[in-house]
Nanobody, 132 residues
Framework: QVQLVESGGGSVQAGGSLKLSCTVS????????VGWFRQSPETEREAITF???????????SYAGSVKGRFFISYDTVKSTVNLDLDSLNSEDTGMYYC??????????????????????WGQGSQVTVST
C-alpha cells in the first residue's frame, strides 16, 4: 500500500525560507514520479515541481516557471523522502502544498506533462503562509 507522509511548512515573512518533506513508501523498487501541487483559495491546484526516482537514483528535476530558481526538489535515498526547499518566498507562494506520486510511465515526469487526474497517491497537505 502506497503512503505519502508530509511534514514541514509553516509561516514565514516574505523573503524567508521553508522546507517540505514527503516520505514515500509502497512503490515497487522505490520507482515513481513524485512532486508537489499547490492550491490557494484564488487558484486551482497547480503542478509546481516533480522528480522521477529510481530507488537510489533520481532523474531530472522539473519546475514551474513561477518557482524555478527559488524552489529545489531533492530525494534522500536513505530515508526514501522527497524534500522541497522553498527560498525567497513571496505572498503568491501562500497555499496548501500537496505531495503527489504515481508510477513512472510513458508520460514524462515533468510539470508540463503533469495532470492532477494522473496522480492516484496524495499526501495530507502542508500549509505554507507567507506574510508581507
Amino acid at each position: 500500500q502506497v503512503q505519502l507522509v508530509e511534514s514541514g511548512g509553516g509561516s514565514v515573512q516574505a523573503g524567508g525560507s521553508l522546507k517540505l518533506s514527503c516520505t514515500v513508501s509502497g512503490y515497487p523498487n522505490n520507482v515513481a514520479c513524485v512532486g508537489w501541487f499547490r492550491q490557494s483559495p484564488e487558484t486551482e491546484r497547480e503542478a509546481i515541481t516533480f522528480i522521477p526516482i529510481f530507488n537510489t537514483l533520481v532523474g531530472n528535476q522539473s519546475y514551474a516557471g513561477s518557482v524555478k530558481g527559488r524552489f529545489f526538489i531533492s530525494y534522500d535515498t536513505v530515508k526514501s523522502t522527497v524534500n522541497l526547499d522553498l527560498d525567497s518566498l513571496n505572498s503568491e507562494d501562500t497555499g496548501m502544498y500537496y505531495c503527489a506520486a504515481r508510477p513512472l510511465s510513458e508520460i514524462p515526469c515533468t510539470v508540463v506533462a503533469a495532470r492532477r487526474v494522473d496522480f492516484v497517491d496524495w499526501g495530507q497537505g502542508s500549509q505554507v503562509t507567507v506574510s508581507t
